[in-house]
């Protein structure tokens, strides 16, 4: 069973009418895995038979990072958490929704987040057109007397001494005690005169779970789900990590970042990220039917016999744009260590960037680009910003446009300075693509030198980051990813094969199904800790 647990906050009618559009009700699928199945058998002296719910709050609806992980875990736990004995429960929490980006999801899955009921659809789409048609002042009332309409009809609750809340964000969205920004509230606020979570209080009350923990009005069990880019945590999260009962972390890269921080009590376990390899998959996906006449620059386009590597980021200085781009130009047009004369378009190469501004504004982002071009371009003046580049700015795509973008690519490439995990290159490796990784956090996980191109980097430097001073990333090696672009053209077939066998580890290894399994057993194992726990007790008081 899939629905959401209800709290006592409310917000702007996006936030919550996207909320999953409602409180969900759909059957979970029996799973296949028998390691969950003797898992829940071997059990059955602890009061296994119990239901039990795993609250999953996370910015599913946002279309960032730790969204687009949520959407994949979700999918995978429904195919695979038994439902005799598992419930799931989902929240929208730490990040506003992008409605855009809901929009934009497949129907699948916009079924497994949508209400039941016909009434609610329909008033989810009537009201989107309502929003096209109206103005923005008198929308926005409109927007709000929906909002509490649609919250005031829902009292889903959950079990708290048989619920595991899972708080998938940064530190800085959990409510232990109180959030650091607005945002739904993970965990959920509980009324701890009741045993569910229909009813409002104003602070959260911490668990003892890890020695039973049998209080009513009290979660059974609280973790964390987080990462994070450079080589240190940012001031305060140590407090908020402790406030949890363990903490979830994708990589090994990341444990020991986090046990290496001072002060840290809580257990850190590794628990990768997967995705969903069916809808990621080449032999489904539609190749792009044009190219060019992008939305920030008409005039670039790229020819469809060209060599075509993609990048896809958020347009941020973490993500390598500012060595990404030169490195193009500088291996394809020529500069000062590379005398070419010939525009990449003309060498058949083409580098297509599929971007989110996120507080960046188009102008922005094309100044950079002309300030990159000046950069690259310094002994071949007489070639003019205007001329065309080989690159080509994509951005506000469909999840079903951007996956015709990666299968009509030859390679991806991106030159992060810092990744918790880094989804795209996941996307890249499922459709098939040879990618080209910075040899530094998130992606070593996943990224070898067997199904990929590892690009070194010449040491740690400042981040140059206001809110996290003294953090330091890597520094990607330019020169390495100039003769690394060079030799991925001159030898598709070598990037063939690694593409290849990026899909084959995908599959075998990080399809959602797969660590859905990791999931479901993490999960099993919590909740049989807590049942052996509760029992010492209860025997403890009969003596």
């Not at 009809?153 to 530190?171: L, Y």
């Not at 409002?200 to 059974?220: A, P």
């Not at 973490?318 to 030169?326: S, Y």
Request: charged share 25%; proline share 5%.
């Amino acid at each position: 069973m899939l629905w959401r647990c209800s709290s006592a906050s409310v917000f702007s009618e996006i936030y919550l009418l996207l909320l999953f559009f409602s409180c969900i009700a759909i059957l979970l699928s029996d799973i296949h895995s028998n390691d969950i199945k003797d898992s829940s058998k071997s059990n059955t002296n602890n009061n296994v038979n119990e239901k039990w719910t795993v609250s999953w709050n996370a910015p599913f609806l946002s279309g960032n990072g730790y969204g687009s992980e949520a959407l994949s875990t979700i999918v995978g736990l429904n195919a695979t958490l038994p439902n005799q004995t598992w419930s799931i429960a989902i929240n929208q929490h730490g990040d506003s929704v992008n409605i855009e980006f809901a929009r934009s999801l497949p129907e699948n899955l916009i079924d497994l987040l949508t209400v039941s009921s016909q009434r609610q659809y329909d008033l989810i789409h009537r009201h989107q057109r309502e929003q096209e048609q109206e103005q923005e002042q008198e929308q926005e009332q409109h927007d709000k007397d929906f909002e509490q309409n649609l919250w005031d009809n829902q009292a889903v609750g959950c079990t708290p001494e048989r619920t595991i809340v899972v708080c998938h964000s940064e530190p800085g969205a959990w409510s232990v005690p109180n959030a650091a920004y607005e945002t739904e509230p993970c965990p959920p606020i509980l009324d701890t005169t009741t045993t569910t979570t229909t009813t409002t209080t104003t602070t959260t009350t911490s668990s003892s779970s890890s020695s039973g923990g049998n209080q009513k009005g009290v979660w059974s069990y609280k973790v964390g789900r987080t990462m994070f880019e450079t080589d240190r945590l940012p001031d305060g999260w140590v407090d908020r990590l402790n406030q949890m009962d363990e903490i979830w972390v994708p990589t090994q890269f990341h444990r020991e970042l986090f046990e290496r921080t001072n002060n840290i009590h809580t257990n850190v376990r590794v628990v990768g990220q997967g995705i969903d390899s069916n809808r990621w998959d080449p032999e489904k996906a539609k190749p792009l039917q044009q190219w060019g006449g992008d939305w920030m620059d008409p005039h670039q386009h790229c020819h469809p016999d060209d060599f075509k590597f993609l990048s896809v980021f958020k347009w941020e200085a973490r993500k390598g744009h500012d060595i990404l781009i030169p490195a193009f130009w500088e291996a394809f047009y020529g500069s000062d260590d590379n005398d070419a004369t010939t525009t990449a378009n003309a060498n058949g190469v083409c580098l297509v960037i599929v971007t989110s501004l996120y507080h960046t504004d188009p102008e922005h982002v094309l100044g950079d680009v002309e300030r990159y071009w000046v950069q690259s371009s310094s002994r071949n003046e007489h070639r003019a910003y205007e001329d065309t580049k080989g690159v080509l700015l994509l951005s506000g795509l469909s999840e079903e446009e951007l996956i015709s973008v990666y299968k009509s690519v030859d390679a991806f490439v991106l030159p992060s300075r810092g990744e918790g995990w880094g989804r795209p290159y996941m996307e890249a490796m499922s459709m098939g693509l040879p990618v080209v990784a910075t040899n530094w956090s998130g992606p070593t996980a996943f990224v070898t030198n067997e199904n990929g191109y590892l690009l070194p980097i010449t040491g740690l430097v400042d981040a140059e980051l206001e809110a996290f001073p003294g953090h330091k990333w890597a520094n990607p090696d330019k020169k390495a990813l100039k003769r690394l672009l060079l030799h991925i053209r001159n030898d598709p077939e070598e990037g063939r094969r690694k593409g290849q066998r990026a899909r084959q580890d995908v599959l075998e290894l990080w399809s959602h199904e797969r660590v859905a399994l990791d999931i479901a057993q993490e999960l099993e194992r919590i909740r049989r800790n807590i049942n052996v726990a509760r029992k010492a007790e209860a025997e403890e008081d009969e003596l």
